[in-house]
């Protein structure tokens, strides 16, 4: 059975970095495109990223240049790397199998000063 379980949200300021971890059971994850979605408050679920199985990606315009995904197959756990970090940037954030439509439950990012 599939499991996608996120971790390292935080508090940050702005400005600041953070990495998040989305770690896979159940699946090889290497032959799937891996996806990262966020969810701010009181908004819907936007999409971040996405990674293609051959290492393709794609970004949401407002994080081109800040945030970059990655997948570490031996590991079975995709990343997002969050650089100059704004407030606009908190929300919940999702990872998502692209391929069956899971989710993961969430890790909450907080920018704040």
């Known amino acids: 059975q599939e499991q996608l379980v996120e971790s390292g949200g935080g508090l940050v300021q702005p400005g600041g970095s953070l990495r998040l971890s989305c770690a896979a059971s159940?699946?090889?994850?290497?032959?799937?495109?891996m996806a990262w979605y966020r969810q701010a408050p009181g908004k819907m679920r936007e999409f971040v990223a996405v990674?293609?199985?051959?290492?393709?990606?794609t970004y949401l315009d407002s994080v081109k240049g800040r945030f970059t995904i990655s997948r570490d197959n031996a590991k079975n756990t995709v990343y997002l790397q969050m650089n100059s970090l704004k407030p606009e940037d908190t929300a919940v954030y999702y990872c998502?199998?692209?391929?069956?439509?899971?989710w993961g439950k969430g890790t909450l990012v907080t920018v704040s000063s």
């Open positions: 998502k199998n692209a391929a069956t439509n899971n």
């Open positions: 159940g699946i090889i994850l290497s032959i799937y495109p």
């Open positions: 990674i293609s199985s051959a290492g393709t990606t």
